[in-house]
């Protein structure tokens, strides 16, 4: 069956970085693109990142450009989402998403946390 676990969430002071993964089993991974959302409390699931199946493009939340970077490593079926120059807004849950066959796909989300 299909998994995605993330990993990597924390609790880290204004300015820090992260990185967080999220490893795909139960389907061919090399073969869709994937997504990192996030919530926050109190407010809706937004999409913060895109990245096509091979990696050659990229998107961006206007919020998380020239911060995040997505990226991904098909030889281990694993999703990342690398997070610098982090702000107390950013603290929520991180989720990594996938759409297979009509049915969306969610991990159980990693706490990131962004406080001094």
């Known amino acids: 069956q299909v998994q995605l676990v993330e990993s990597g969430g924390g609790l880290v002071q204004p300015g820090g970085s992260l990185r967080l993964s999220c490893a795909a089993s139960g389907f061919t991974f090399s073969n869709y693109g994937m997504n990192w959302y996030r919530q926050a409390p109190g407010k809706e699931r937004e999409l913060v990142a895109t990245i096509r199946r091979t990696g050659s493009r990229t998107n961006y939340a206007d919020s998380v450009k020239g911060r995040f970077a997505i990226s991904r490593d098909n030889t281990k079926s694993t999703l990342y989402l690398q997070m610098n120059s982090l702000k107390p807004e950013d603290t929520a849950v991180y989720y990594c998403?996938?759409?297979?066959?009509?049915?969306?796909?969610w991990g159980q989300g990693t706490q990131v946390t962004v406080s001094s």
């Open positions: 998403q996938w759409s297979g066959s009509g049915v969306i796909y």
